[in-house]
């Protein structure tokens, strides 16, 4: 190393030390306290997220998320409050130190680059900040650690319309199961109402059981409520308990929704935001139109898609609507014979449309199929089932669901 860097070296440590003199002190003072603001922030947040998920879901009644909603956002403003009074008593000296430092430190580091820089070496800065976010990851609390945080900070119970009644009942549940262990649907009401009430703890207990009932038959919707009630019980804080369940469903169900959700929050709460655009990209595009977090993950990606590296990311439009659902046709056996006919072939068509110029999942598929088989329109169900089977010629999943629909909608012979 030649004299003129290393003199570049030390001006530099120099005006670094000039700094930090002068800012430990104050920089002490306030690490802790913004950190403690920023934490508190974050689950204050994700806890009018999960109010906002909880009403669309039903789990809460409409009073008790207002109210419940009006208690967090009073705290958020107490918070916002005191952080700006930090914020303005430490003052400008500091920053205009410095902007001295920068100035000096960038053209130091250019001179001394273009002497001893190579610029093919790996970029250890990113290798460092994945290092980083793999050991936030492996730091994290557990789920139980989570669950006491959580209720210390918002304690119970939540008050809503309906409670006096709702709490005998649960307990003469919860007393009838005593005596019955092996009843999976028992179980599966106390999982639901306990969550109703707040007690999260028990429902995630009660929900296990379900699971543990089910053996290795377990259905991934119930994987799929047990991760739900989990990040409830924490304030919508990704525990490495629900990452094991998160990568259970996702095994068998790699497009869940729920899993895909919870596990971009799991990736934004530990520095990887990259993958959460990844995964939360894939969430949109699988999302029904009154998906709970949809809304919530619109808004969310172009920011990350800036972080993530990637500036021309569009939004997509959102979701349109999936065609006729099982439900939408068993209702519709109860209509007249033309009612129904015109129920349906107007569902119908516009996932026909849909499917023509987007394209889908093979499950869109496998629903038109069924779809075109109620309304006997033979010919034209051969023909999709002909595409599908072209479209997901690679995919030996898709092509047996798209084969169980042919079956369904009386196309056995193809």
């Given at each position: 190393m030649t004299f003129g860097q290393i003199a570049g070296f030390a001006l530099i440590l120099l005006m670094v030390g000039v700094v930090l003199w002068r800012a430990v002190s104050r920089a002490g003072r306030q690490a802790e306290a913004a950190n403690g603001q920023e934490r508190a922030m974050r689950v204050y947040r994700d806890q009018l997220a999960e109010i906002d998920r909880d009403l669309a879901r039903g789990i809460i009644?409409?009073?008790?998320?207002?109210?419940?909603?009006?208690?967090?956002?009073?705290?958020?403003?107490e918070l916002d409050r005191d952080a700006r009074g930090d914020r303005q008593a430490a003052g400008s000296g500091p920053r205009l130190?410095?902007?001295?430092?920068?100035?000096?430190?960038?053209?130091?580091?250019?001179?001394?680059?273009?002497?001893?820089?190579?610029?093919?070496?790996?970029?250890?800065?990113?290798?460092?900040?994945?290092?980083?976010?793999?050991?936030?990851?492996?730091?994290?609390?557990?789920?139980?650690?989570?669950?006491?945080?959580?209720?210390?900070?918002?304690?119970?119970?939540?008050?809503?319309?309906?409670?006096?009644?709702?709490?005998?009942?649960?307990?003469?549940?919860?007393?009838?199961?005593?005596?019955?262990?092996?009843?999976?649907?028992?179980?599966?009401?106390?999982?639901?109402?306990?969550?109703?009430?707040?007690?999260?703890?028990?429902?995630?207990?009660?929900?296990?059981?379900?699971?543990?009932?089910?053996?290795?038959?377990?259905?991934?919707?119930?994987?799929?409520?047990?991760?739900?009630?989990?990040?409830?019980?924490?304030?919508?804080?990704?525990?490495?308990?629900?990452?094991?369940?998160?990568?259970?469903?996702?095994?068998?169900?790699?497009?869940?929704?729920?899993?895909?959700?919870?596990?971009?929050?799991?990736?934004?709460?530990?520095?990887?935001?990259?993958?959460?655009?990844?995964?939360?990209?894939?969430?949109?595009?699988?999302?029904?139109?009154?998906?709970?977090?949809?809304?919530?993950?619109?808004?969310?990606l172009p920011e990350l898609a800036q972080i993530s590296g990637a500036p021309r990311y569009q939004l997509p439009p959102p979701p349109s609507p999936r065609g006729p659902s099982a439900a939408d046709i068993e209702a519709a056996q109860d209509m007249t014979p033309e009612q129904r006919q015109e129920m349906i072939a107007g569902m119908v068509d516009g996932m026909l449309a849909r499917l023509a110029n987007e394209g889908g999942p093979p499950q869109d598929w496998a629903q038109l199929l069924r779809a075109l088989g109620v309304l006997e329109r033979r010919d034209q169900a051969s023909a999709i089932l002909q595409e599908a089977r072209t479209v997901f010629a690679a995919d030996e999943n898709a092509l047996a669901l798209i084969n169980e629909a042919a079956r369904a909608a009386g196309l056995t012979g193809e």
């Amino acid at each position: 190393m030649t004299f003129g860097q290393i003199a570049g070296f030390a001006l530099i440590l120099l005006m670094v030390g000039v700094v930090l003199w002068r800012a430990v002190s104050r920089a002490g003072r306030q690490a802790e306290a913004a950190n403690g603001q920023e934490r508190a922030m974050r689950v204050y947040r994700d806890q009018l997220a999960e109010i906002d998920r909880d009403l669309a879901r039903g789990i809460i009644p409409s009073d008790e998320a207002e109210r419940t909603k009006l208690e967090v956002q009073r705290r958020i403003l107490e918070l916002d409050r005191d952080a700006r009074g930090d914020r303005q008593a430490a003052g400008s000296g500091p920053r205009l130190a410095a902007l001295g430092v920068l100035a000096v430190m960038l053209a130091g580091a250019v001179g001394v680059y273009w002497s001893v820089g190579v610029p093919t070496y790996p970029d250890m800065p990113l290798l460092d900040r994945h290092a980083q976010a793999q050991q936030a990851r492996a730091d994290r609390p557990g789920q139980a650690e989570l669950e006491a945080q959580y209720a210390e900070a918002f304690p119970g119970p939540f008050e809503f319309q309906g409670r006096d009644q709702l709490e005998p009942m649960v307990q003469q549940l919860r007393e009838a199961l005593v005596t019955r262990p092996e009843d999976a649907t028992g179980f599966r009401l106390l999982a639901q109402n306990e969550a109703r009430l707040g007690n999260y703890r028990p429902a995630i207990e009660a929900q296990l059981r379900v699971i543990e009932l089910a053996e290795d038959r377990v259905p991934v919707d119930d994987l799929a409520y047990l991760l739900d009630l989990m990040a409830l019980a924490t304030g919508g804080i990704v525990s490495p308990e629900q990452e094991a369940v998160i990568e259970r469903i996702l095994r068998s169900d790699p497009e869940n929704p729920i899993a895909l959700y919870y596990s971009g929050r799991l990736y934004a709460q530990t520095g990887r935001p990259d993958l959460t655009f990844r995964l939360w990209r894939r969430l949109h595009d699988v999302s029904a139109p009154d998906a709970p977090w949809l809304e919530e993950v619109r808004a969310a990606l172009p920011e990350l898609a800036q972080i993530s590296g990637a500036p021309r990311y569009q939004l997509p439009p959102p979701p349109s609507p999936r065609g006729p659902s099982a439900a939408d046709i068993e209702a519709a056996q109860d209509m007249t014979p033309e009612q129904r006919q015109e129920m349906i072939a107007g569902m119908v068509d516009g996932m026909l449309a849909r499917l023509a110029n987007e394209g889908g999942p093979p499950q869109d598929w496998a629903q038109l199929l069924r779809a075109l088989g109620v309304l006997e329109r033979r010919d034209q169900a051969s023909a999709i089932l002909q595409e599908a089977r072209t479209v997901f010629a690679a995919d030996e999943n898709a092509l047996a669901l798209i084969n169980e629909a042919a079956r369904a909608a009386g196309l056995t012979g193809e």
